[in-house]
């Protein structure tokens, strides 16, 4: 294998997450952006979940987990990007507030977000309960707002990296739903640095759908 093959899926937060670190961290590989309704036997066949994002390596070793990707990254690129984006005094906390948006804030938000699939007379409870969550990241990025704004400590790291594509899909929901006051000064200028930094235009490159008939694409785009 000549190229470290990513599968992914555009508007997927956790393949979004792991695009960031790739391309912060300047790696390049192939991309190829399946079709989630039509997925690639390779990729059923080497992923416990079947899903995106799913990383290959050039020796053939598979990484499943988004959040190994991203780690994977910071360890390839430099090993001095580890200690920047997740250093060791920091770990704990950045790894509780991953966790925190993985699972609670996650679950909640595929129930608002696509209440029709799910129980639709709790679409309210569950936007709640993303509100609450929202409202205590707000609080600590307001008491590091002399820090400029980052979830965990005074400088950013990977639990910035890992969470605002959620946010971002949140921001979406409500805006589609009508919903006015999801957000505070400090957790919208956060996100806006993320939508505004201009790798975001490369990590949200659109590509065709992959099959074995295309031609290879390199993340990032040419």
């Known amino acids: 294998m000549k190229?470290?093959?990513?599968y992914s899926f555009r508007r997927c937060p956790y393949a979004m997450r792991a695009r960031w670190a790739l391309q912060i961290c300047c790696i390049e590989m192939e991309l190829r952006e399946i079709d989630l309704k039509n997925k690639p036997l390779d990729l059923v066949q080497r992923s416990r979940?079947?899903?995106?994002?799913l990383l290959i390596l050039k020796n053939g070793e598979t990484i499943q987990?988004?959040?190994d990707i991203v780690i994977w990254a910071l360890n390839t690129s430099n090993p001095s990007k580890v200690n920047e984006f997740f250093g060791q005094k920091n770990r704990p906390a950045i790894m509780k507030i991953i966790e925190e948006n993985d699972n609670s804030f996650k679950f909640h938000l595929d129930r608002f977000k696509y209440s029709s699939r799910y129980d639709q007379s709790k679409?309210?409870?569950?936007?709640?309960?993303?509100?609450?969550?929202?409202n205590k990241w707000n609080e600590i990025l307001a008491k590091n707002s002399l820090q400029k704004n980052w979830l965990v400590g005074p400088n950013e790291s990977i639990a910035d990296w890992c969470i605002w594509p959620f946010v971002r899909?949140?921001?979406?929901?409500?805006?589609?739903q009508r919903i006015k006051g999801y957000f505070e000064k400090p957790i919208q200028e956060w996100l806006n640095y993320?939508?505004?930094?201009?790798?975001?235009?490369?990590?949200?490159?659109?590509?065709?759908?992959?099959?074995?008939?295309?031609?290879?694409?390199?993340?990032?785009?040419d």
Do not use: G
Not at 3 to 6: D, G, S, V, Y
């Open 3 to 6: 190229e470290h093959i990513l």
């Open 49 to 53: 979940s079947q899903t995106v994002p």
């Open 123 to 134: 679409k309210y409870f569950h936007y709640k309960n993303c509100q609450k969550l929202i």
């Open 65 to 67: 987990d988004s959040l």
């Open 169 to 176: 899909q949140f921001k979406i929901a409500c805006e589609s």
């Open 194 to 221: 993320y939508i505004e930094h201009p790798s975001f235009s490369i990590v949200m490159h659109k590509y065709k759908t992959w099959n074995n008939t295309n031609i290879m694409v390199k993340f990032p785009v």
